[in-house]
């Protein structure tokens, strides 16, 4: 019996020192060794990957006692569901960590898990170094929560060279559209890829564009902050979903795209088996380190417009695409912030573009980077696009997000119709957002 | 006398130790989170911030009321029947067939209990490819054979995307039941089969006479796993198919995932979990209780 309360005891005391060796390393302060934890979704080989890996390198210099650690997910929807998981259980994985701004952050944030980067961005110009549209994207109650890395505007890429064989012409109007997925369809090329296998974002993006472009901004900006007269019953929703229901019936989509996988896509157009593919302005650097051999034959056009619309030609679907935020959990805000801040610096911002062929959220110096055209002018699209629709799904608290993107998944496979679509979004809304 | 009770008390309060830690790490991990979760699901919680809405049973009232959750159950029950259906008879054939005398044994043993090791993350991507519709393996057959008219979009098709799934599932797991149906036949007495064919039993009356009665117990086990595992699969179709498209492949755990870590539904997902621990335990006792009359009955 002695032996048993020995052992008890030692049991006993090993729990406490596991206990207490957990409590030890608390608060230490903003000098001396840390290690900052950071989480996003660029892995190794990527150019993202090597742009942010030199912003860390930049920021190693002046605090060589910091130690950064990455962890990443790899793509985007893997992310997100750990990511929801870690800030559940408090958020104290990561420092640091990736966000697309919009309706998720402002839901962290209201929660007090991120760290209010407001008067931090008042010190030394660093709110400055962004237009007021990509901050927008990571404020909420007039408090800056992020700090915005990537912009993207979302594009129809197509292959100049399967357009030039069948005689085609950029489409300009939706019925452009659907003659040029004829020509195209009959002539046993995909005319668009999609996939809305896990990316029902992907297939939203149509969406997205075509009530933009019937409806202009308003509607979906009144519905989602419940203005008097805001609603998605409007019209506007009911007909951007017969228009894409056309789209399907069209037969512009390649045959099974509801089971084809995000990644998969990309290669059915680099193959050169699909004319055209709409996509965030990420796709040209992703081809340009994929399929290098096709990026030449790569070139974009607007989304057309719907005849009777009220949009116009120069609103863009887009948001941010990566964005950085601090937990509010964590133990050195001081060096979170200032890594943060070399995310934001001149020379991260052309290494965005230069190097990974994306569009940077802070000031850049055109002049000191090398970029082809093709980059050149997606850029030049954000600074004359007249309104910017922030993703919807971005846009949406989560559970209004998931209940939009299954409906939306729903319209492109045929069980839907497009009035209960937006029944079904209205009363979601109004459940979730009273 | 008294040394041996000594010893007895010992071993006892020696065991009752090295259970402690397990013990620990189990009431942590397993019984602690059920009753939490049970808590959880009478509130209204996002998962983030106090939890303050206490709304009874209204999260299980709505669950009655979800369409979706009814598509999960259905789609349940189909992999339940589909399982036990595709999976049970080729891994006791093949048991019976690899504990035989046959040559290349231990090869064929290996082979068929591979798919088995692969990691299902793996395994979901080997077959996505195989199910591409662009360029995936079993179009580009279909049509290398002027079978056109017969390829789809193998896992974008609503009414064909679950089935597509549960074949990976089958490929996947007849190889452990298959082990577990061999290490059973290999238990049974040689004595029974020799004396069998010595009275002059034929191959076929010797397993419906000797093999298949004495496996009975193993086959039922087998089951109920089975039924266990379809009831409360996830990584699989998570990972193939997300439960997409359009829901056609839901299962309740991929729901209850969905509601809870997507949504952000935490208390509707914990309500969730708990029908689904309810349908699990269920089925399993419905089962071994009907099997268990058979076996009297006889």
């Given amino acids: 019996m002695k032996k048993v309360g020995v052992m008890l005891v030692i049991l006993i005391m090993a729990c406490a020192m596991l206990a207490a060796a957990g409590v030890s390393e608390t608060q230490s302060a903003t000098e001396g060794p840390a290690t900052l934890r950071v989480w996003d979704i660029y892995p190794e080989g990527t150019p993202f990957r090597a742009v942010l890996d030199g912003a860390i390198a930049r920021f190693n210099e002046k605090y060589p006692q910091v130690t950064v650690e990455i962890v990443s997910y790899g793509d985007m929807s893997n992310y997100k569901t750990k990511f929801a998981t ?23 944030a209201g929660k007090g898990l991120v760290h209010d980067l407001t008067p931090s961005m008042g010190v030394d110009g660093w709110k400055e170094r962004f ?5 927008s994207f990571v404020s909420s109650n007039e408090k800056i929560w992020g700090v915005p890395v990537e912009l993207a505007n979302v594009m129809f890429y197509y292959n100049k060279e399967i357009f030039a064989k069948y005689n085609l012409a950029v489409p300009t109007t939706f019925t452009e559209l659907l003659d040029v997925c004829t020509v195209l369809k009959n002539n046993q090329v995909i005319p668009i890829v999609l996939s809305l296998n896990k990316a029902e974002w992907v297939g939203d993006m149509f969406y997205q564009y075509l009530v933009t472009r019937v409806g202009g901004l308003e509607p979906f900006k009144k519905a989602i902050a419940r203005e008097p007269g805001g609603t998605f019953e409007d019209p506007v929703f009911v007909e951007a979903a017969k228009l894409l229901r056309k789209m399907v019936d069209h037969g512009c989509f390649q045959e099974g ?20 593919l709409l996509m965030g302005s990420w796709l040209p650097g992703q081809i340009a380190s994929e399929a290098p051999q096709m990026y030449d034959k790569v070139d974009y056009f607007r989304f057309p417009l719907v005849e009777g619309g009220k949009g116009s030609i120069t609103e863009v679907v887009g948001g941010t695409n990566a964005a950085f935020a601090i937990s509010g959990a964590t133990k050195y805000p001081k060096y979170a912030e200032e890594l943060c801040r070399e995310f934001s610096s001149e020379a991260t ?86 | 006398m008294k040394l041996k009770r000594r010893l007895h008390s010992d071993t006892r309060s020696t065991i009752l130790i090295f259970l402690v830690p397990a013990f620990i790490l189990y009431f942590m991990l397993v019984v602690f989170p059920i009753f939490q979760s049970a808590r959880y699901s009478l509130y209204r919680w996002d998962g983030l911030g106090p939890i303050t809405r206490f709304i009874g049973l209204e999260n299980y009232k709505e669950i009655f009321q979800d369409p979706i959750f009814w598509k999960s159950l259905k789609n349940n029950l189909i992999v339940v029947f589909f399982s036990l259906a595709t999976q049970m008879p080729p891994a006791l054939f093949l048991a019976i067939i690899l504990t035989g005398r046959i040559r290349g044994k231990s090869f064929l043993r290996t082979v068929y209990f591979a798919p088995q090791i692969v990691s299902t993350v793996a395994a979901s991507y080997l077959f996505y490819y195989v199910y591409e519709p662009t360029f995936g393996l079993l179009n580009n057959l279909l049509k290398g054979i002027g079978l056109d008219s017969l390829t789809r979009g193998w896992l974008g098709d609503p009414s064909l995307a679950l089935y597509a799934v549960m074949v990976v599932i089958s490929w996947k797991y007849i190889g452990f039941y298959m082990v ?20 002059g039993c034929s191959s076929f009356q010797v397993i419906r006479k000797i093999t298949l009665p004495l496996l009975s117990g193993t086959i039922k086990t087998a089951c109920i796993l089975s039924i266990v595992g379809s009831i409360k ?66």
């Fill in chain 2, 180 to 199: 577990l149906f061999m290490a059973a036949i290999e238990g049974i007495p040689n004595e029974l089969f020799e004396a069998a064919r010595i009275d």
């Fill in chain 1, 131 to 135: 237009s007021p549209a990509a901050l």
């Fill in chain 1, 257 to 276: 795209f509801l089971g084809t996988e995000y990644a998969s896509m990309r290669q059915v157009f680099t193959q050169e088996k699909a004319a055209m």
């Fill in chain 1, 86 to 108: 870690m800030m559940a259980a408090g958020g104290r994985d990561a420092d640091v960590f990736q966000t697309w701004g919009g309706g998720q952050l402002a839901a962290y």
């Fill in chain 1, 349 to 434: 911002a052309n290494d965005v573009l230069s190097l990974a062929k994306r569009l940077p959220a802070a000031k850049f110096d055109m002049d000191s980077v090398t970029i082809d055209d093709l980059t050149r002018s997606v850029i030049e699209e954000l600074d004359t696009a007249t309104g910017i629709q922030l993703y919807y799904d971005q846009s949406s608290t989560p559970s209004l997000a998931q209940t939009h993107l299954s409906g939306i998944a729903a319209l492109y496979a045929g069980l839907t119709t497009p009035e209960k679509l937006a029944t079904e979004w209205e009363a979601a809304a109004k459940k979730e957002l009273q």
């Fill in chain 2, 233 to 298: 699969y996830f990584d699989l179709i998570w990972v193939m198919t997300s439960g997409g498209p359009a829901h056609s492949t839901e299962l309740i755990a991929t729901y209850m995932y969905k509601k809870t870590f997507l949504s952000w539904e935490m208390g509707y997902g914990a309500a969730l979990a708990f029908v689904l621990f309810a349908i699990a335990i269920l089925l399993s006792v419905g089962f071994s209780r009907l099997t268990n009359k058979k076996a009297e009955g006889r």
